[in-house]
Protein backbone atom coordinates (compact mmCIF):
# COMPACT_ATOMS: atom_id res chain seq x y z
CA UNK A 1 0.00 0.00 0.00
CA UNK A 2 2.93 2.13 0.86
CA UNK A 3 3.79 2.69 -3.30
CA UNK A 4 0.08 3.61 -3.65
CA UNK A 5 -0.44 5.95 -1.41
CA UNK A 6 1.78 8.92 -3.43
CA UNK A 7 0.22 8.54 -6.45
CA UNK A 8 -3.39 8.65 -4.53
CA UNK A 9 -1.99 11.91 -2.79
CA UNK A 10 -0.48 13.12 -5.41
CA UNK A 11 -1.44 17.07 -6.46
CA UNK A 12 -3.24 17.06 -9.86
CA UNK A 13 -1.01 18.20 -12.54
CA UNK A 14 -0.66 22.36 -12.95
CA UNK A 15 -1.78 24.25 -15.41
CA UNK A 16 2.18 25.02 -16.36
CA UNK A 17 2.22 21.15 -17.21
CA UNK A 18 -1.03 20.69 -19.16
CA UNK A 19 0.01 23.93 -21.36
CA UNK A 20 2.55 22.37 -22.90
CA UNK A 21 0.37 19.53 -24.07
CA UNK A 22 -3.00 20.04 -25.37
CA UNK A 23 -3.48 23.45 -24.00
CA UNK A 24 -4.89 24.99 -21.00
CA UNK A 25 -8.14 24.91 -19.28
CA UNK A 26 -10.39 26.46 -22.32
CA UNK A 27 -8.20 23.99 -24.89
CA UNK A 28 -7.13 26.95 -26.83
CA UNK A 29 -2.82 26.23 -27.19
CA UNK A 30 -1.16 29.40 -26.33
CA UNK A 31 1.44 29.35 -29.35
CA UNK A 32 -0.18 32.13 -31.80
CA UNK A 33 1.32 30.20 -34.22
CA UNK A 34 -1.78 27.46 -33.78
CA UNK A 35 -4.26 29.76 -33.96
CA UNK A 36 -6.49 29.25 -36.86
CA UNK A 37 -6.17 32.27 -39.38
CA UNK A 38 -9.51 34.47 -39.76
CA UNK A 39 -11.53 33.01 -43.21
CA UNK A 40 -10.80 35.26 -46.43
CA UNK A 41 -13.64 35.45 -48.94
CA UNK A 42 -11.90 32.81 -50.96
CA UNK A 43 -12.38 30.09 -48.27
CA UNK A 44 -16.17 31.21 -48.24
CA UNK A 45 -16.80 30.98 -51.63
CA UNK A 46 -14.73 27.51 -51.17
CA UNK A 47 -17.05 26.56 -48.47
CA UNK A 48 -19.67 26.70 -50.74
CA UNK A 49 -20.85 23.78 -53.07
CA UNK A 50 -22.19 25.96 -55.88
CA UNK A 51 -19.40 28.85 -55.65
CA UNK A 52 -16.88 25.76 -56.51
CA UNK A 53 -19.35 23.88 -59.19
CA UNK A 54 -19.02 28.14 -60.75
CA UNK A 55 -15.50 28.47 -60.30
CA UNK A 56 -14.14 25.15 -61.43
CA UNK A 57 -16.30 25.24 -64.90
CA UNK A 58 -15.28 28.37 -66.09
CA UNK A 59 -12.40 27.66 -67.53
CA UNK A 60 -13.43 24.80 -69.77
CA UNK A 61 -17.02 26.69 -70.75
CA UNK A 62 -14.96 29.75 -71.50
CA UNK A 63 -13.15 27.14 -73.85
CA UNK A 64 -16.21 25.74 -75.17
CA UNK A 65 -17.35 28.74 -76.05
CA UNK A 66 -14.57 30.40 -77.56
CA UNK A 67 -13.39 27.96 -79.83
CA UNK A 68 -16.88 25.91 -80.10
CA UNK A 69 -19.93 28.06 -79.80
CA UNK A 70 -18.72 31.50 -81.63
CA UNK A 71 -17.19 29.70 -84.44
CA UNK A 72 -20.39 28.45 -85.13
CA UNK A 73 -22.16 31.86 -84.73
CA UNK A 74 -20.18 33.40 -86.87
CA UNK A 75 -20.83 30.80 -89.82
CA UNK A 76 -24.21 31.43 -89.08
CA UNK A 77 -24.20 34.69 -89.09
CA UNK A 78 -22.21 34.57 -92.61
CA UNK A 79 -24.71 32.22 -94.04
CA UNK A 80 -27.14 34.81 -94.52
CA UNK A 81 -24.72 37.10 -95.80
CA UNK A 82 -24.53 38.35 -99.41
CA UNK A 83 -21.32 38.04 -102.13
CA UNK A 84 -21.73 41.29 -104.60
CA UNK A 85 -19.35 41.51 -107.48
CA UNK A 86 -17.09 39.09 -105.54
CA UNK A 87 -17.35 41.49 -102.23
CA UNK A 88 -18.95 40.41 -99.14
CA UNK A 89 -21.40 42.74 -97.75
CA UNK A 90 -23.21 42.28 -94.75
CA UNK A 91 -26.16 42.59 -95.91
CA UNK A 92 -28.99 39.70 -95.11
CA UNK A 93 -30.35 37.59 -96.83
CA UNK A 94 -31.67 34.05 -97.09
CA UNK A 95 -30.54 34.02 -101.08
CA UNK A 96 -27.49 31.31 -100.37
CA UNK A 97 -29.74 29.17 -99.04
CA UNK A 98 -32.12 29.10 -101.92
CA UNK A 99 -29.45 28.75 -104.03
CA UNK A 100 -28.22 25.68 -101.99
CA UNK A 101 -31.83 23.65 -101.79
CA UNK A 102 -32.49 25.19 -105.57
CA UNK A 103 -29.66 23.99 -107.23
CA UNK A 104 -29.68 20.04 -108.15
CA UNK A 105 -25.89 20.24 -107.16
CA UNK A 106 -25.81 20.85 -103.71
CA UNK A 107 -28.73 18.13 -102.64
CA UNK A 108 -26.99 15.56 -105.15
CA UNK A 109 -23.57 16.16 -103.61
CA UNK A 110 -25.19 15.87 -99.61
CA UNK A 111 -27.04 12.28 -100.43
CA UNK A 112 -23.36 11.26 -102.32
CA UNK A 113 -21.69 12.12 -99.05
CA UNK A 114 -24.27 10.38 -97.10
CA UNK A 115 -24.37 7.45 -99.88
CA UNK A 116 -20.62 7.03 -99.28
CA UNK A 117 -20.64 7.40 -95.33
CA UNK A 118 -23.52 4.50 -95.18
CA UNK A 119 -21.47 2.06 -97.26
CA UNK A 120 -18.36 2.64 -95.08
CA UNK A 121 -20.06 2.52 -91.68
CA UNK A 122 -22.29 -0.86 -93.35
CA UNK A 123 -18.89 -2.41 -93.73
CA UNK A 124 -17.37 -1.08 -90.37
CA UNK A 125 -19.87 -2.68 -88.74
CA UNK A 126 -19.74 -5.94 -90.21
CA UNK A 127 -16.60 -6.03 -89.45
CA UNK A 128 -16.51 -4.61 -86.30
CA UNK A 129 -18.90 -6.70 -84.59
CA UNK A 130 -18.00 -10.12 -85.47
CA UNK A 131 -14.14 -8.87 -84.00
CA UNK A 132 -15.59 -7.01 -80.84
CA UNK A 133 -17.97 -10.46 -79.93
CA UNK A 134 -15.17 -12.30 -80.44
CA UNK A 135 -12.61 -10.11 -77.98
CA UNK A 136 -15.23 -10.16 -75.67
CA UNK A 137 -16.92 -13.73 -74.98
CA UNK A 138 -14.20 -15.65 -76.82
CA UNK A 139 -10.61 -14.59 -76.19
CA UNK A 140 -9.47 -15.92 -72.56
CA UNK A 141 -5.89 -14.64 -72.95
CA UNK A 142 -3.83 -12.03 -74.51
CA UNK A 143 -7.29 -10.19 -74.84
CA UNK A 144 -5.72 -6.57 -74.06
CA UNK A 145 -2.83 -7.50 -76.41
CA UNK A 146 -5.17 -8.41 -79.41
CA UNK A 147 -7.52 -5.70 -78.65
CA UNK A 148 -4.46 -2.75 -79.06
CA UNK A 149 -3.00 -4.87 -82.27
CA UNK A 150 -6.90 -3.76 -83.40
CA UNK A 151 -6.48 -0.21 -81.96
CA UNK A 152 -3.47 0.33 -83.12
CA UNK A 153 -3.80 2.01 -86.63
CA UNK A 154 -5.07 4.68 -84.36
CA UNK A 155 -1.81 5.80 -83.35
CA UNK A 156 -0.05 6.34 -87.02
CA UNK A 157 -1.21 9.39 -88.59
CA UNK A 158 -4.25 10.16 -90.78
CA UNK A 159 -2.00 11.42 -93.74
CA UNK A 160 0.37 8.51 -93.78
CA UNK A 161 -3.09 5.88 -93.47
CA UNK A 162 -4.37 7.66 -96.49
CA UNK A 163 -1.47 7.69 -98.53
CA UNK A 164 -0.39 3.74 -97.90
CA UNK A 165 -3.65 3.19 -99.28
CA UNK A 166 -2.54 5.30 -103.00
CA UNK A 167 0.37 2.94 -102.87
CA UNK A 168 -1.43 0.03 -102.38
CA UNK A 169 -3.99 0.86 -104.78
CA UNK A 170 -1.69 2.61 -107.50
CA UNK A 171 -0.92 1.45 -110.94
CA UNK A 172 2.42 0.23 -109.64
CA UNK A 173 0.84 -0.09 -106.69
CA UNK A 174 1.19 -3.18 -103.84
CA UNK A 175 -1.95 -4.73 -105.08
CA UNK A 176 -1.55 -4.59 -108.83
CA UNK A 177 1.70 -6.51 -108.46
CA UNK A 178 0.85 -9.37 -106.47
CA UNK A 179 -1.97 -9.88 -109.10
CA UNK A 180 0.61 -9.93 -111.73
CA UNK A 181 3.29 -12.06 -109.87
CA UNK A 182 0.57 -14.76 -109.68
CA UNK A 183 -0.84 -14.27 -113.20
CA UNK A 184 -4.68 -12.94 -112.77
CA UNK A 185 -4.22 -9.51 -114.61
CA UNK A 186 -1.86 -8.86 -117.57
CA UNK A 187 -2.00 -5.29 -117.25
CA UNK A 188 -2.42 -3.07 -113.96
CA UNK A 189 -5.66 -1.99 -113.28
CA UNK A 190 -6.86 1.39 -113.20
CA UNK A 191 -10.05 1.43 -111.68
CA UNK A 192 -8.72 0.94 -108.61
CA UNK A 193 -7.20 4.00 -107.86
CA UNK A 194 -8.94 7.82 -108.04
CA UNK A 195 -12.39 6.08 -107.65
CA UNK A 196 -15.29 6.06 -104.96
CA UNK A 197 -14.77 2.35 -104.33
CA UNK A 198 -10.94 3.07 -102.88
CA UNK A 199 -12.54 6.30 -101.16
CA UNK A 200 -14.72 3.39 -98.87
CA UNK A 201 -12.00 1.23 -99.04
CA UNK A 202 -9.95 3.81 -97.00
CA UNK A 203 -12.64 5.36 -95.17
CA UNK A 204 -13.26 1.83 -93.61
CA UNK A 205 -9.87 1.12 -92.42
CA UNK A 206 -9.46 4.74 -91.00
CA UNK A 207 -12.65 4.51 -88.98
CA UNK A 208 -13.60 1.33 -87.94
CA UNK A 209 -11.26 1.12 -84.81
CA UNK A 210 -14.32 4.23 -84.28
CA UNK A 211 -17.06 1.88 -84.54
CA UNK A 212 -15.53 -1.43 -82.89
CA UNK A 213 -14.40 0.54 -79.56
CA UNK A 214 -17.59 1.25 -77.98
CA UNK A 215 -19.21 -2.16 -79.26
CA UNK A 216 -16.46 -3.77 -77.54
CA UNK A 217 -16.97 -1.89 -74.69
CA UNK A 218 -20.43 -2.92 -74.35
CA UNK A 219 -20.35 -6.50 -74.87
CA UNK A 220 -17.66 -6.63 -72.24
CA UNK A 221 -20.37 -4.92 -69.56
CA UNK A 222 -22.67 -7.38 -70.39
CA UNK A 223 -23.09 -9.42 -67.00
CA UNK A 224 -22.07 -13.15 -67.82
CA UNK A 225 -25.01 -14.36 -65.41
CA UNK A 226 -27.42 -13.52 -68.35
CA UNK A 227 -25.71 -15.68 -70.69
CA UNK A 228 -25.57 -18.37 -68.62
CA UNK A 229 -29.13 -17.51 -67.49
CA UNK A 230 -30.10 -18.37 -71.36
CA UNK A 231 -27.77 -21.32 -72.07
CA UNK A 232 -29.66 -23.06 -68.70
CA UNK A 233 -33.08 -22.45 -70.41
CA UNK A 234 -32.05 -24.37 -73.19
CA UNK A 235 -31.45 -21.49 -75.41
CA UNK A 236 -28.97 -22.15 -78.76
CA UNK A 237 -25.84 -19.61 -79.28
CA UNK A 238 -27.93 -17.73 -82.29
CA UNK A 239 -31.25 -17.46 -79.46
CA UNK A 240 -29.12 -16.07 -76.60
CA UNK A 241 -27.34 -13.92 -79.17
CA UNK A 242 -30.57 -12.32 -80.83
CA UNK A 243 -32.52 -11.84 -77.02
CA UNK A 244 -29.86 -11.57 -74.87
CA UNK A 245 -26.65 -10.25 -75.92
CA UNK A 246 -28.32 -8.01 -79.13
CA UNK A 247 -30.21 -5.99 -77.14
CA UNK A 248 -27.68 -5.09 -74.77
CA UNK A 249 -24.77 -4.40 -77.47
CA UNK A 250 -27.20 -2.23 -79.39
CA UNK A 251 -25.94 1.18 -77.44
CA UNK A 252 -22.55 0.62 -78.49
CA UNK A 253 -23.62 -0.67 -82.04
CA UNK A 254 -25.54 2.93 -82.50
CA UNK A 255 -22.63 4.66 -80.90
CA UNK A 256 -20.05 3.01 -83.55
CA UNK A 257 -22.49 3.52 -86.36
CA UNK A 258 -22.93 7.20 -85.81
CA UNK A 259 -18.80 8.04 -85.43
CA UNK A 260 -18.47 6.20 -88.63
CA UNK A 261 -20.95 7.88 -90.61
CA UNK A 262 -20.62 11.30 -89.10
CA UNK A 263 -16.59 11.19 -89.08
CA UNK A 264 -16.91 9.49 -93.08
CA UNK A 265 -19.65 12.07 -94.18
CA UNK A 266 -17.57 14.94 -93.40
CA UNK A 267 -13.84 13.57 -94.12
CA UNK A 268 -11.84 15.85 -96.53
CA UNK A 269 -8.35 14.47 -97.04
CA UNK A 270 -9.05 10.56 -98.32
CA UNK A 271 -11.50 12.17 -100.92
CA UNK A 272 -9.04 14.43 -102.17
CA UNK A 273 -6.10 11.91 -102.73
CA UNK A 274 -8.22 8.41 -103.68
CA UNK A 275 -11.36 10.17 -104.81
CA UNK A 276 -9.64 11.58 -108.08
CA UNK A 277 -12.84 13.60 -109.78
CA UNK A 278 -15.60 11.82 -107.52
CA UNK A 279 -13.93 13.71 -104.97
CA UNK A 280 -15.69 16.61 -106.22
CA UNK A 281 -18.64 14.79 -105.21
CA UNK A 282 -18.04 14.99 -101.28
CA UNK A 283 -19.68 18.01 -99.23
CA UNK A 284 -16.26 18.35 -97.55
CA UNK A 285 -14.57 19.04 -101.15
CA UNK A 286 -17.66 21.25 -101.83
CA UNK A 287 -16.77 23.52 -98.91
CA UNK A 288 -13.29 23.48 -99.36
CA UNK A 289 -13.71 24.81 -103.58
CA UNK A 290 -16.85 27.64 -102.03
CA UNK A 291 -13.80 28.90 -99.48
CA UNK A 292 -10.63 28.26 -100.92
CA UNK A 293 -11.33 28.43 -105.23
CA UNK A 294 -14.74 30.54 -105.56
CA UNK A 295 -14.19 32.93 -102.32
CA UNK A 296 -17.81 32.55 -101.71
CA UNK A 297 -18.25 32.38 -98.27
CA UNK A 298 -21.62 32.91 -97.71
CA UNK A 299 -22.87 29.67 -99.84
CA UNK A 300 -19.57 27.77 -98.07
CA UNK A 301 -21.05 28.52 -94.53
CA UNK A 302 -24.50 27.79 -95.84
CA UNK A 303 -23.81 24.40 -97.06
CA UNK A 304 -21.64 24.07 -93.60
CA UNK A 305 -24.72 25.22 -91.45
CA UNK A 306 -26.95 22.45 -93.49
CA UNK A 307 -24.37 20.04 -92.46
CA UNK A 308 -23.84 20.71 -88.97
CA UNK A 309 -27.91 20.72 -88.83
CA UNK A 310 -27.79 17.64 -90.44
CA UNK A 311 -24.69 15.83 -88.04
CA UNK A 312 -27.15 17.25 -84.92
CA UNK A 313 -30.19 15.44 -85.46
CA UNK A 314 -28.27 12.22 -86.62
CA UNK A 315 -27.02 12.76 -83.10
CA UNK A 316 -30.33 13.09 -81.60
CA UNK A 317 -31.74 10.73 -83.28
CA UNK A 318 -29.53 8.20 -82.06
CA UNK A 319 -29.35 9.20 -78.63
CA UNK A 320 -33.47 9.14 -78.58
CA UNK A 321 -33.04 5.66 -80.29
CA UNK A 322 -30.25 4.95 -77.79
CA UNK A 323 -32.54 6.38 -74.39
CA UNK A 324 -35.62 4.16 -75.91
CA UNK A 325 -34.74 1.05 -76.14
CA UNK A 326 -34.08 -0.16 -72.27
CA UNK A 327 -31.56 -2.69 -73.40
CA UNK A 328 -31.08 -4.13 -70.18
CA UNK A 329 -34.83 -4.70 -69.15
CA UNK A 330 -35.42 -6.38 -72.52
CA UNK A 331 -32.89 -8.47 -72.61
CA UNK A 332 -33.38 -9.89 -68.78
CA UNK A 333 -36.95 -10.35 -69.57
CA UNK A 334 -35.93 -12.40 -72.99
CA UNK A 335 -33.91 -14.79 -71.19
CA UNK A 336 -37.23 -16.34 -69.71
CA UNK A 337 -39.55 -15.38 -72.22
CA UNK A 338 -37.88 -16.39 -75.44
CA UNK A 339 -35.43 -18.97 -74.11
CA UNK A 340 -37.76 -21.88 -74.33
CA UNK A 341 -39.34 -24.45 -71.57
CA UNK A 342 -36.70 -26.76 -69.75
Not at 279 to 299: C, H, I, K, R, T
Not at 322 to 329: K, P, S
Amino acid sequence: MSGVAPALGAPPPSDAGGAGGAGGAGGEPRDPAHRARPATRLDRLRARRGWRTLLGSVVPVSWAVTLLLVPYVLLLAQSFWRLRDGVITHELTTENYRRLFGTPLYPATILYSAGVALRVTVISLALSYPLAYVLAFKVRRHRTLMYMAVIIPLWVSYLVRAYAWKIILGQDGILNGLLLSVGLIRAPLTVLLYSTAAVVVALTHIYTPFTLMPIYAVLDAIPVSLREASQDLYAGRWRTWLHVTLPLSLPGVVAGCTFAFVLSMGDFLAPQLLGGNDSALMVSNLVWSLFGVAFNWPLGAAVSVVMLALTLALLAVAGAVEARGRYGQVATGAVAEYAGPI
